[in-house]
């Protein structure tokens, strides 16, 4: 019957430890290498050679052209797809889209049409300013959004400089008396922005024929643009950098007058600083 010491005992395990190789001696090693009768050392293996072929290719040569490679792929005549895997249905739609997106950015046509509905927006926009400038006299808060979509269709009538074919018209709808009579608004910011687009339309770069320019400015004059613009000079503040720019766009109005003979000696004339 085996002790319980027995039960216990380590079971024999076998030694795989690597054995290392006993150290040489470094004098020996060296004696070892030993030179072979053509001045080469002796190797123990086969010695690779390695051939020189400078006219080798790498990679797999090419395919012979005359190989069948099968039948040809088919031309696309259904048109189910057409380039970079879109079919030809696909393609008429994006091409739609992108007409759809061409006509919403497309210039709008400036004509008489067009200056009828900006002359009856503008003329609204006067009104309803009016209206609650009266109503909410001590309340500006009421009035100052309708003041600054005024303010905005004033610096939109500077686009007539570039069409004065319609300045007749301009004039024959009352809006060239309406911007006038906007000179003596209480708020001088919409006075001034008022002078700035008279300064602009009346400007000698602006390229109207004679006929054009005269009609605008006589309109202007029989609404008391000369009389208006001096009333003015007594209320800009010259210290304040906004009323300087209204200033120095009323001189550029009566400069653009001048240009006129028969207006330069009404405004020698009437017009008292």
């Not at 339309?201 to 008391?224: H, R």
Request: hydrophobic fraction near 35%.
């Amino acid at each position: 019957m085996s002790s319980i010491d027995d039960l216990f005992k380590k079971p024999a395990i076998p030694n795989n430890k690597r054995k290392l190789e006993p150290t040489r001696d470094p004098n020996e090693i060296y004696k070892s290498a030993k030179l072979s009768s053509n001045g080469h050392a002796k190797s123990n293996g086969h010695t690779a050679e390695v051939a020189d072929d400078d006219d080798m290719e790498a990679g797999p040569s090419a395919p012979p052209e005359d190989e069948d490679y099968g039948p040809d792929i088919p031309d696309d005549d259904e048109g189910r797809f057409f380039g970079g895997g879109v079919t030809r249905e696909e393609n008429e739609i994006l091409d739609y889209m992108d007409d759809q997106e061409s006509a919403e950015i497309a210039p709008e046509k400036i004509d008489s049409a067009w200056l009828r509905k900006l002359a009856l927006n503008f003329e609204k926009k006067i009104t309803k300013n009016a209206e609650l400038r009266a109503k909410f006299e001590n309340e500006p808060q009421k009035f100052m959004g309708s003041e600054a979509d005024l303010d905005s269709d004033i610096k939109a009538l500077s686009i007539l400089s570039e069409h004065p074919e319609l300045y007749g018209d301009f004039a024959k709808l009352g809006c060239v008396g309406s911007l006038v009579g906007l000179l003596a608004h209480e708020n001088t910011d919409i006075a001034i922005d008022a002078v700035e687009i008279i300064s602009e339309l009346t400007d000698e770069d602006v390229e109207a024929e004679e006929g054009q320019w005269n009609t605008l400015v006589d309109a202007m004059v029989d609404s008391d643009l000369l009389g208006l613009l001096v009333s003015n000079f007594g209320r800009f503040n010259e210290g304040n950098e906004s009323d300087r720019s209204g200033v120095y766009h009323a001189l550029s109005v009566l400069e653009n007058m001048a240009s006129r003979t028969s207006l330069a000696e009404k405004i020698g004339q009437d017009t008292k600083f």
